[in-house]
């Protein structure tokens, strides 16, 4: 009976993850598109930041596909202005001016660039572009799965938001980030219905007003 018990649980999580998936990827897929030349207009875009290097030092192939593809779409004349958001909370560790650094080599000037540190995950991105960066309209970079969940997370949120899908990486070259997309929406199908708010809170940044950092 345990067993049993325990099998429908996992077969019930399971089936919720991939729902979610599901739910959010048909949802996004009308918001975006892979090539720059055909992506939405905004004043801003929301670039969604990653570790820069793996574990083994390595260059991350998430991380250079992302800038690849903002400087793209700058270079477009889609956006004015890139928000680099990811975790530069802790000294030790900044994603944020690494994609700062990442982004003036691949010819975005360096006033076109803001960092958002505390993009420790996709909803804080999102709800701090929203609430800090006074964004009501943006196209979001990533990858494909990330996009679709970080323009769900952004519709929800009353943001007019549209997607710039990055090149992605195989699933067997990086299984781990692959298969963190079906929990990972579930997570956002439940910040949603909790009504969870960023980490971080911080003040107001006048994009194309302020300077950048």
Partial sequence: ??????????ALVVGAMVAAWWWLDSASEPFATDRPETAQTAEVALVLGAAPF??????????????????????????????ASGDSIHPSYDETAAMKRGLIKRGVPAEAIYRDPA??????????ARDLYGLRRMV??????????AVWLARQHGVEAHGLDA???????????????????LKAVLDVWTGAVAQYRGKPVHIGVDPAD
Avoid: C
């Fill in 1 to 10: 009976m345990l067993i049993t018990a325990l099998i429908s649980l996992v």
């Fill in 54 to 83: 793996l574990d083994d030092g390595r260059p991350n192939r998430f991380f250079e596909h992302r800038l690849d593809a903002a400087a793209d779409l700058y270079r477009a004349g889609k956006v004015k202005f890139l928000l």
């Fill in 119 to 128: 993009g420790v995950r996709t909803l804080d991105s999102v709800l701090r």
């Fill in 140 to 149: 979001i970079v990533s990858q494909d799965f990330h996009v679709r969940r």
């Fill in 167 to 185: 090149k992605g990486v195989s699933p067997f070259d990086a299984l781990d980030s692959w298969a963190r997309q079906f929990p990972s929406a």
